[in-house]
């Protein structure tokens, strides 16, 4: 059995590319950065980044690039990928390893504000919405009878 799965949650690093394939296809290209904090032998606190290279297709390409931009946390989940092409300038051969994304997630905005998904679609929450966060239950007793399934 083979997996290959990625799940990052991190910031961008960049504003997002928007670019179109021959076919028409948008293609959307981000880097991703994401932090390792713990402590070493001695109990010092210790971090570091990795950065990750991603891409994103078809119109949760132009979601990304129209709602994110540096500095937005974002969670993709995706597959492991490399590339190769021969570079026209050396003519040395180059790769690239990146997360092709499958899905995509926004995380909070900096000002505390809505969260929203794309998996195909934006979702967008109003400021009220937003604000609201406490359910209001109805005061009388709820019937069981009066619901309708």
Known sequence: MYLNKAIVIGNL???PELKSLPSGIKVCSFSLATNRVWKDKNGAKQESTDYHNVVVFGRQAETVAQYMKKG???LVEGRM???????KTSGEKKYRTEIVADRTQF???AGGGAVGTSTGSAQVQTPSAVENDSIEYPEED???EDIPF
């Open 72 to 74: 937005s946390s974002i």
């Open 13 to 15: 690093t960049r504003d």
């Open 81 to 87: 990928q490399t590339r190769s092409w021969d570079d």
């Open 142 to 144: 709820i019937n069981p």
């Open 107 to 109: 995380g909070p905005k």
